[in-house]
């Protein structure tokens, strides 16, 4: 690198108030955040976890702090209050939560310090199997009797052709049945949104849209 090169990237106005770098491709949830965090806010967040970008959705950003832990960024009060009630009442289906704080007012942002999950690998058959078990299982499902039907043949296929999904299907059935006796409406679970965790647990990590029955 040249000192041209060098001195154009070093005066470079960041041009985002996050707490962390941005790789070239995020999700919009970035920009969400962004355009409502405050530069003495980021510089705060900076100072408190120091994190790195981990991942972002279509509404939040997720930072990975030095020690392992994922922290969060979301605009959404309700999520922030589920956290916060999972974090004082521990679940299995659910990440170990350890904090949940306010971090801006107006408009109002909160940050949800969470153990790092282990995302599902993002193939094809990974990726189709949680779709049909989610349009099987899941609180919203509109899928006929009669594609149910279809639906479980084409998991029995998958899973006899990738015989490893058997154990994800389990789990996804475990998952379930403990959001379901914990008494969280799960929204929007997809292989975006869940993962393993420490315990091998598989966990909904995206409390974006649910909410307590
Ligand atoms: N606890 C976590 N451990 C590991 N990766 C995570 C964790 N939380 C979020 N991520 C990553 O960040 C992405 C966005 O987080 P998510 O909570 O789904 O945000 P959104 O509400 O925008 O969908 C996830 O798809 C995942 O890749
Ligand atoms: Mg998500």
């Known amino acids: 690198m040249n000192w041209l090169q060098k001195l154009s990237q070093s005066t470079k106005a960041k041009p985002m108030a996050l707490p962390f770098d941005l790789p070239e491709e995020s999700y919009t949830g970035t920009s969400n955040i962004d355009n409502q965090m405050t530069d003495s806010t980021a510089r705060e967040e900076q100072l408190r976890h120091n994190p790195e970008y ?9 930072g990975l702090t030095d020690k392992g832990i994922a922290v969060k960024y979301t605009d959404v009060g309700g999520e922030a209050a589920l956290a916060e009630q999972f974090m004082n009442d521990y679940v299995p289906c659910i990440p170990k939560i350890f904090e949940v704080r306010q971090i801006q007012t107006n408009p109002s942002l909160w940050s949800i310090a969470m153990e790092q999950v282990k995302l599902l690998p993002d193939n094809r058959e990974t990726n189709i199997i949680v779709f049909l078990l989610e349009e099987l299982l899941g609180p ?53 949104n869940i993962g393993y965790d420490q315990n091998g647990n598989l966990v909904l990590f995206d409390l974006g849209l649910s909410s307590l029955i």
């Open 140 to 192: 919203r499902s509109v899928v006929s009797r009669e594609d149910k039907n279809k639906y479980k043949k084409e998991i029995k296929r998958l899973i006899k052709r990738y015989p490893y999904l058997k154990k994800l299907a389990a789990d996804y059935r475990n998952m379930m049945d403990c959001l379901k006796s914990s008494e969280i409406d799960p929204w929007d679970i997809n292989h975006t």
């Open 54 to 62: 981990l991942g972002s959705g279509s509404m939040g950003v997720v």
